[in-house]
């Protein structure tokens, strides 16, 4: 057995057996060992950074690390972006980088680079795997720590020699401690702030916005007259008819600054303190208004719903929360084809079930309101601000959850960093319906042009911000990559098409062109 | 003025008036700053990787830098396969990474990364400007860092509110010191080896491989009976009638081990000893054969034309070489569109003056011989070994030498990288064709799968180099981005569509699907 078998082998054993790759010469042994270990999936990205995006949201699901298997440092490259918004998920994903046999490095060919340095930034554990010996036992490392709550990147970087040498052995999978409680002193204090009748409110971020933590966390906050909120872009969020309602914190700075005003007690729960999302001239980073008192009930590395539920106990809280929310469905919409009219449908149609993968930045704030009432569903949201994370997402979350409806939706500026999704979502058949509202430009942009105190007039500053020159065409990039298109001109062709297209297995892209924000 | 305009003129002022851009928010100060000095021209790419590929295609034409603008640690990271590339192409690149304000980067809002620790990997030069009043200077001493011969990626990572702030004063630009002479001893020392009879050969790369420096060798050649050999992947290689016909190392390791048997003495032009491209199970890696002496005349730091000039003086070469290519097209071919009668159709109509940005990979094999004859023109290759070069390149290429014709020969796989770049390619209106090889596979995946020893007859490894199920329609994705695209289906009809592309202003491409060498 060489040392690609024993990791196929260790991670299939370790529950890991989804592995989305983009390989290369140096990973063609790892890839030859798909077929010696039957149980691993490989799912094939035509672009590093869907492998990437893919295990993310396969992660967000799954609740466990998938693979990746990238090429060398280029590969680690185009795969970055994808890596940085999977770290800001703090989600498990094991990302095995293939890379020059250990005696072949010295000779700095064409591909040697600092493979090293670069996957360092992204991950919290990075291990090289020098001999075939090694490998298995390297592997079943990578996945505990990938997995150490809240989860995290593990990169093993993997020569070419330790992966086709004899010599491996498949290892044993650790077994994961359960994440540690939180101490009754720190629920206490919490349960005493709450109770003292000033106004304080619960920001609820990661493993909180999950069923569990949110239903607790309801509780509370029915009990003792306070505010949930939750952070501004979650991983997974858990929403619709009879969950409890929870209010995401606005990207912009200044509203969500509004939104924290008057409170004396914030208190993080598997969240951050709010900050802005970047720094503008005169205006403050941090968030959280003067006099406000920061506490932490719970961080990611420890039980977050136990330790809702022991605040929500000793709060003395009813064991039903009034804030649920109700279902409702906002009506068909009617006449032209706007991003309201767009959230309007998704309300009015979005199936139980559904996965909706939000990378709709300025078109898609219209649609958070008319889907609040919709049958349970599941929103994943952008977690790192590096756009081109909507598609891939969508692919994983798919490969995750193949008996559930995929909702990805799409900005134009985003989706072209990583379009090459869409051939995977054909390629495996995924039941991914996806929303390409096309404004024809960097919407935001325009937005943050101003708000920055960059406003320009100028020509060629606008023209940076427009991508509808030439204006590019989504339904026939879609049907170039296999995926069936369709370009509805009205809100009623609109609701139809994406009925349809949940309907009928397989992917679907509709295009929708829409007037811009801004 | 602040740091953001400082920068700008101080880049205009240094000879630096192209700027390759994909920006976000942290940069629009630079993006305002493109219209208060109208001398900088702004190239908008869909993705990073595009701006750093086409800024690398530019140096190569205009032998002078570019520069790049990326968004953060996310955008350097969708770039950096291209800027490895640019690496190893050794060319000059003002690669500008915008960050968050000073002040900001505590705060570790989402877009938040290590940018230094990733840009050194492939940069020459890093800084961090961090006030205005230093913007100006550090762009000056970026563009003679990054044209320092024989050229380095110099990056300058420029916080916001150094962007932002007002102070800024442009720098006066470096006056650059030429690229210094090689010592007579070195000279003397090569001449009295190649004076010995003994087989010899010059290897040929970098600035060598332009025609002052080809013309030179070629009389040293001439004189000696030496060999001319060039390295596998030039950066940029004059060739085709009239000029000094040079030989390629092989891609592959046998083969160009085999080439260089029986050498005496190697001599090293601005080249590196060569090495196998990866390494194989029981292959060397160093590729010199035993007993070769190998010497070095000049490196890339040098003045590399006057050298060799140097060394034909020092061996009384005469003043013209026999050796030059002579005249010579092949017939149009005729019949079934294979990747052979594509190479006999460029080889017939190539145009003079023309620039070939050249990844077709395994398709591409029979492209080389039919084109040395042609008229003459610029060959440019993938440097880096990072698949996804070669759209951008001729995106920059174009951008260099907008009167003259490009040929971006792609590979349907490498093409899917950047495909982004047809969009640039048809918003800036360049005169660039692309003939798209299409064999609906990772052909040369294929031959290394079995190359490595991993030959596997199973079924999941074979899937896994396999991008034609489903089948890529490469001409709706080229119509998707707004250039026009054919699919000729003899060799025939693409001879003529790739005259006429040829002759038609702006963007073209010509799908050609051919069966697949492996």
């Known amino acids: 057995m060489n040392g690609a078998e024993a990791i196929v082998r260790t991670l299939v054993d370790s529950g890991v057996d989804v592995c989305f790759a983009n390989p290369g010469t140096s990973e063609m042994h790892f890839v030859a060992a798909l077929d010696s270990v039957p149980e691993m999936r490989g799912v094939l990205a035509l672009f590093e950074g869907v492998a990437t995006g893919a295990a993310d949201g396969y992660a967000r699901m799954k609740g466990a690390p998938a693979a990746v298997l990238l ?6 490259g185009n795969g970055l972006a994808n890596l940085h918004n999977a770290r800001r998920s703090r989600v498990p994903l094991v990302n095995i980088v293939g890379d020059h046999a250990t005696y072949h490095k010295r000779y700095d060919a064409q591909l040697e680079s600092d493979i090293d340095s670069v996957a360092r930034t992204v991950s919290g554990w990075t291990r090289r795997s020098f001999r075939p010996e090694d490998a298995g036992s390297d592997a079943a490392d990578a996945v505990e720590a990938a997995s150490i709550p809240p989860g995290q990147i593990a990169s093993l970087i993997l020569p070419a020699d330790a992966s086709w040498s004899s010599g491996g052995v498949p290892a044993r999978p650790h077994r994961l401690a359960p994440a540690p409680g939180v101490a009754s002193a720190v629920i206490d204090d919490v349960a005493t702030r709450l109770r003292d009748g000033r106004p304080s409110a619960l920001l609820l971020g990661g493993m909180a916005l999950r069923e ?10 029915a009990e003792c ?19 409890p309602a929870v209010e995401r914190l606005p990207y912009l700075a200044e509203l969500a600054a509004g939104r924290l005003e008057g409170l004396a007690h914030l208190i993080l729960v598997d969240a951050k ?13 941090y968030l959280v208004p003067d006099g406000c008192e920061v ?4 961080s990611g590395d420890q039980d977050v719903p136990a330790a809702l539920e022991a605040l929500a106990d000793a709060v003395d809280a009813g064991p039903d929360s009034t804030r649920l929310q109700s279902a409702t469905r906002p009506q068909r919409p009617q006449g032209s084809l706007t991003a309201e009219a767009i959230g309007q449908a998704l309300g009015a149609v979005l199936p139980e079930g559904a996965i909706v993968s939000d990378e709709a930045n300025t078109s898609g704030v219209f649609v958070s309101g008319p889907t609040a009432g919709a049958p349970p569903h599941d929103w994943l949201t952008l977690t790192g601000g590096a756009i081109g994370q909507g598609l891939p997402v969508a692919v994983g979350a798919a490969v ?14 985003s989706a072209l960093y990583t379009l090459q999704a869409l051939w995977t979502m054909a390629r495996e058949n995924l039941d991914v319906t996806v929303v390409l509202f096309n404004n024809h430009r960097y919407a935001i942009l325009r937005m943050e042009l101003t708000r920055v105190g960059a406003a320009s007039s100028g020509e060629k500053a606008n023209q940076m911000l427009d991508i509808g020159s030439p204006d590019i065409d989504f339904a026939a990039l879609s049907r170039g990559f296999g995926v069936p298109a369709s370009r509805p001109s009205t809100a009623e062709e609109f609701t139809t098409a994406l009925e349809q297209a949940i309907a009928e297995p397989g992917p679907h892209l509709i295009e929708a062109v829409v007037p811009p924000l801004f």
Request: hydrophobic share 45%.
């Open 400 to 413: 995750a959850s193949p008996r559930r409806p995929i909702i990805a939706l799409e900005a134009d500026g």
């Open 295 to 298: 506490s932490v009930l719970v």
């Open 71 to 76: 090429h060398l440092g280029p590969g680690l």
């Open 273 to 285: 303190a709010p900050v802005s999302f970047f720094a503008y001239p005169d205006k403050p980073s």
């Open 212 to 221: 569990r933590g949110l239903r607790a966390a309801a509780r509370i906050a």
């Open 225 to 243: 007259r306070i505010e949930l909120l939750a952070e501004t872009f979650p991983t997974r969020l858990q929403r619709g008819s009879g969950l």
